[in-house]
C-alpha cells in the first residue's frame, strides 16, 4: 500500500537553529510530493511541492525539500527557524493528477526562545 | 474569492444523532475531499469526488456518506454519530489540470467535531 512516514513527531528546537524535518515515501514510477503547514486552529497551507524539474524546491519563508529518488525521501529543511515557524508540518504525496494525497503523521515544529 | 469555505467551526453531537457537515468552493474545482485529521495519526481521505455527480470512497468511509450534485457543493453526512467520530474534519478542493499537470489542494478551515 502506498504511505507517507515522517519519523519525528514532535521536533523542540531553539530559534535561529537550523531544522531537518524528515520524510519517506513508498516507491512509484511516478510521484508527486508537498510540504503542508498548519498552524493552529488553522487549515492546511502549501509550503512547497516537487512535480519535476529540479530536485530542490523552496518556499518563499526559507524552507527547502530536496527529492531524493534513490531514498525515497523529502526531507523539509530550515537554516535558521524563528518562532513563527511553530507549527505542525505535514509531508504528502500524489501518485497521480487528480491530487488525491496521502499525508503522513505529522511532525509538531516547536520554536522556542 | 472565499475559497473552501466549511460550516460548522465547531459541533457537539449526542451518540446516535445526525448532521451534515457543509463544504463549498468557489474557484471550480472539479475535485474535492473530505479528510479527518486525528492527533498523531495525521489526514485519512473520507470521500473524494471528481466531479458533480461521481463520489468515491477513500480510505475511511465507514459511518459517513457524501453527494456531489454541483461542482461547488460537497457534504459529508454523519448518519448516527458515534464517539471514534470525534475529530476534525477538512474539506478541500483541487483544480482539473491538463496532462501531467498536478495542482494543490486548497483546504478549509477545519471543523471541530465532538460526540459524546
Known amino acids: 500500500a502506498q504511505s507517507v512516514t515522517q519519523l519525528d513527531s514532535q521536533v523542540p528546537v531553539f530559534e535561529e537553529a537550523p531544522v531537518e524535518l524528515r520524510c519517506n515515501y513508498s516507491?512509484?514510477?511516478?510521484?508527486?510530493l508537498f510540504w503542508y503547514v498548519q498552524y493552529p486552529n488553522q487549515g492546511l497551507q502549501l509550503l512547497l511541492k516537487?512535480?519535476?524539474?529540479?530536485?530542490l524546491v523552496k518556499s518563499i519563508n526559507g524552507f527547502e525539500a530536496e527529492f531524493n529518488k534513490s531514498q525515497t525521501s523529502f526531507h523539509l529543511r530550515k537554516p535558521s527557524v524563528h518562532i513563527s515557524d511553530t507549527a505542525e508540518y505535514f509531508c504528502a504525496v500524489s501518485y497521480n493528477q487528480g491530487g488525491k494525497l496521502i499525508f503522513g503523521q505529522g511532525t509538531e515544529l516547536s520554536v522556542k526562545p | 474569492n472565499a475559497g473552501v469555505t466549511q460550516t460548522p467551526k465547531f459541533r457537539i453531537l449526542k451518540i446516535g444523532q445526525s448532521m451534515t457537515l457543509q463544504c463549498t468552493q468557489d474557484m471550480n474545482h472539479n475535485y474535492m475531499y473530505w479528510y479527518r485529521q486525528d492527533p498523531g495519526m495525521g489526514l485519512k481521505l473520507i470521500y473524494y469526488?471528481?466531479?458533480?455527480?461521481?463520489?468515491d470512497k477513500g480510505e475511511v468511509p465507514n459511518g459517513y456518506n457524501v453527494s456531489r450534485s454541483t461542482t461547488e457543493d460537497f457534504p459529508l453526512r454523519l448518519e448516527l454519530a458515534a464517539p471514534s467520530q470525534t475529530s476534525v474534519y477538512f474539506c478541500?478542493?483541487?483544480?482539473?489540470?491538463?496532462?501531467?499537470?498536478?495542482?494543490?489542494?486548497?483546504f478549509g478551515q477545519g471543523t471541530r467535531l465532538t460526540v459524546v
Open positions: 469526488s471528481v466531479g458533480a455527480g461521481i463520489t
Open positions: 516507491s512509484s514510477v511516478s510521484v508527486y
Open positions: 478541500a478542493s483541487v483544480p482539473k489540470g491538463g496532462v501531467r499537470r498536478v495542482t494543490e489542494a486548497f
Open positions: 516537487y512535480l519535476s524539474g529540479s530536485t
